[in-house]
């Protein structure tokens, strides 16, 4: 079974390693079937994850009631978090960013009936709303906590004067952002800033959206509507250059009879006590691979050498294209 792991000061304890669910619905591929994919989660659950992670966006919104459905029997067992900030059109259509307050109340309650619960456990801003500004966001919240309609507070993508201003209204419980070997830049500001103020870190694409896994390389073909054919650091010149640090985790992966995979998440567990990575995947035996990386134990003297050999390699291309990075350090 996993061990638990404290975000933030105010109570919130999950499993060291949590579901990412939005893979589930989009961005890799079409969707799973449904049947397969509330099979998945389950067995999540008997496997000791207690931590869920969905979005209205997702989907758009389905994703939250893919999630909702599966874990309605387990309710009392597991923290389900999901996250506002987007506008959409009356298709569904995301048109934008929206944190106003009004609007963060609407999708909340939007949110509590597609997930079948009564208070959200953990409620992230998912992008920073540069129109609204963040106090106005965090006292939105503060009132749907003082309602019982949320538990904790938490940000994504946010910048780290930000989260300073928002948990001076109301206290962040953690931060949702990109973190992994191959995308280190909260090390900078961001980490610094959480330990200060005591705030978990939820890692997001853990694993490099599938590319520390060392199962793709510069031949890999994505399906046509994959969001990885947008990325600049999906490239086949970009995956040829960057396969060097999956040559790096096999040699660790090597002394540890651990795939790449469990070595990158080991890697990040092993950062500090209050980061939960939420690795997704839509498959069982993907499922049983990463959390088996919770058992490995890296030495000092291992994350050296992991640090070591991962400053010789230059990642190319940037996460994201330039629109999308837009989005984020706000």
């Not at 987007?86 to 609407?106: L, M, W």
């Not at 993508?157 to 948990?167: D, G, K």
């Not at 390389?217 to 960057?242: G, I, M, Q, Y």
Request: charged share 25%; glycine share 8%; hydrophobic share 40%.
């Amino acid at each position: 079974m996993l061990n638990t792991r404290r975000l933030g000061t105010q109570g919130l304890t999950v499993s060291e390693l949590g579901l990412g669910c939005m893979g589930m619905s989009q961005s890799y591929g079409p969707a799973g079937d449904r049947k397969d994919l509330i099979a998945l989660i389950h067995a999540a659950v008997e496997r000791g994850v207690t931590f869920f992670d969905t979005a209205e966006v997702y989907g758009p919104f389905h994703n939250e009631e893919l999630v909702g459905e599966a874990l309605a029997p387990f309710r009392e067992r597991v923290v389900i978090a999901t996250k506002f900030g987007f506008a959409f059109d009356r298709d569904g259509k995301q048109t934008g960013v929206n944190s106003r307050p009004e609007h963060i109340r609407a999708a909340a309650e939007g949110s509590l009936k597609r997930l079948k619960i009564e208070t959200i456990d953990l409620y992230y801003q998912h992008r920073v709303d540069p129109d609204v500004p963040i106090e106005e966001v965090a006292g939105a919240v503060k009132e749907l906590v003082r309602e019982g309609k949320v538990k904790y507070f938490g940000l994504s993508e946010a910048a780290a004067a930000t989260i300073r201003r928002a948990h001076a209204v109301h206290p962040v419980t953690a931060l949702q952002s990109e973190y992994s070997l191959w995308y280190r830049n909260p090390e900078r500001e961001i980490i610094p800033t959480l330990e200060d103020l005591g705030i978990g870190l939820v890692p997001y694409s853990p694993l490099g959206k599938g590319f520390l896994t060392g199962k793709i390389d510069e031949s890999t073909s994505f399906d046509a509507t994959d969001f990885r054919n947008r990325l600049p650091r999906f490239t086949a010149e970009a995956r040829h250059a960057n396969f060097a640090l999956i040559e790096v985790l096999k040699e660790v992966g090597a002394r540890k009879s651990a795939t790449p995979a469990q070595i990158a998440l080991a890697w990040l567990l092993a950062q500090k006590s209050w980061i939960a990575p939420i690795p997704g995947t839509r498959k069982l035996d993907r499922l049983e691979e990463n959390l088996h990386s919770a058992e490995i134990e890296l030495s000092a003297g291992d994350l050296r050498d992991i640090d070591r050999a991962a400053s010789q390699v230059e990642i190319q291309g940037e996460r994201y294209p330039r629109e999308l990075e837009a989005l984020t350090g706000r």
